[in-house]
């Protein structure tokens, strides 16, 4: 089961999706510009529930300022892989192809990331319907407005699912967080405290990691914000 905090409730959950065997995570280059604490909120959620996670990064034919090597080797130390992708160059379309191929996989990311676009690309049979981005935004526009699962002509199905503004995790305790960063879990078992924090604790081991930059700035900086809200909620 994936789902994260009603819109407006942290205390209850909203459901996105049941039986997965993956959750596809596509955020992209250009607009809407590339986030990672969005992309480490769902990549957390999945790892909590039990699901594998895929994180799609599309539009890298819009990569102008060369980010994809670094997001590529944040993440591989995150046992997370990632796929590059362009509808334009078709980059790591027919990767993307074999990844959804027999299994039952939903399709999330903000609006306007191009998951209907990637959809076309590898199921032209599909038609789904697309749309620009707003400039003025900076983000995109709804093009898919309800939860829908298609079955793929090479075999599987997958969940394309509305964009999103934002998300955030549902029901981790804040205890508990600092497991579903998979870099930070197997060193966290060297702190000096087994229910460490990573915040102010002496003797961290995560902490002394990411001083040492052998944790992204970009994932422990996630951590502490993710951390944060669950305290205040």
């Given at each position: 089961l994936f789902g994260r905090c009603a819109a407006g409730d942290d205390h209850r959950r909203q459901i996105l999706a049941t039986n997965l065997d993956q959750v596809v995570h596509v955020a992209c280059f250009g607009t809407p510009p590339?986030?990672?604490?969005?992309?480490?909120?769902?990549?957390?959620?999945?790892?909590?529930?039990?699901?594998?996670?895929?994180?799609?990064?599309?539009?890298?034919?819009?990569?102008?300022?060369?980010?994809?090597?670094?997001?590529?080797?944040?993440?591989?130390a995150a046992n997370t892989e990632v796929i590059l992708t362009s509808a334009e160059t078709k980059q790591g379309v027919d990767e993307l192809?074999?990844?959804?191929?027999?299994?039952?996989?939903?399709?999330?990311?903000?609006?306007?990331?191009?998951?209907?676009?990637?959809?076309?690309?590898?199921?032209?049979?599909?038609?789904?319907?697309?749309?620009?981005?707003?400039?003025?935004?900076?983000?995109?526009?709804?093009?898919?407005?309800?939860?829908?699962?298609?079955?793929?002509?090479?075999?599987?199905?997958?969940i394309d699912t509305p964009g999103v503004r934002s998300f955030r995790p549902f029901g981790i305790p804040a205890n508990e967080l600092r497991l579903h960063f998979p870099e930070m879990a197997l060193l966290g078992r060297q702190c000096k405290f087994s229910g460490c924090l990573h915040q102010k604790e002496p003797k961290c081991?995560?902490?002394?990691?990411?001083?040492?930059?052998?944790i992204a700035t970009s994932r422990f900086r996630s951590y502490l914000s993710i951390l944060q809200e669950i305290n205040e909620a």
């Amino acid at each position: 089961l994936f789902g994260r905090c009603a819109a407006g409730d942290d205390h209850r959950r909203q459901i996105l999706a049941t039986n997965l065997d993956q959750v596809v995570h596509v955020a992209c280059f250009g607009t809407p510009p590339f986030s990672s604490l969005t992309s480490d909120r769902i990549l957390v959620a999945a790892e909590a529930a039990g699901i594998p996670s895929v994180l799609v990064v599309n539009k890298t034919d819009l990569d102008d300022r060369e980010l994809a090597t670094g997001i590529q080797r944040t993440y591989a130390a995150a046992n997370t892989e990632v796929i590059l992708t362009s509808a334009e160059t078709k980059q790591g379309v027919d990767e993307l192809s074999a990844c959804l191929t027999g299994k039952q996989s939903l399709l999330y990311g903000l609006s306007g990331v191009g998951k209907s676009t990637l959809l076309n690309q590898i199921d032209p049979g599909l038609d789904l319907k697309t749309r620009e981005v707003s400039g003025a935004l900076h983000a995109g526009r709804h093009t898919t407005t309800f939860a829908k699962m298609y079955d793929l002509a090479l075999g599987g199905t997958v969940i394309d699912t509305p964009g999103v503004r934002s998300f955030r995790p549902f029901g981790i305790p804040a205890n508990e967080l600092r497991l579903h960063f998979p870099e930070m879990a197997l060193l966290g078992r060297q702190c000096k405290f087994s229910g460490c924090l990573h915040q102010k604790e002496p003797k961290c081991q995560v902490r002394t990691a990411h001083e040492e930059g052998d944790i992204a700035t970009s994932r422990f900086r996630s951590y502490l914000s993710i951390l944060q809200e669950i305290n205040e909620a």
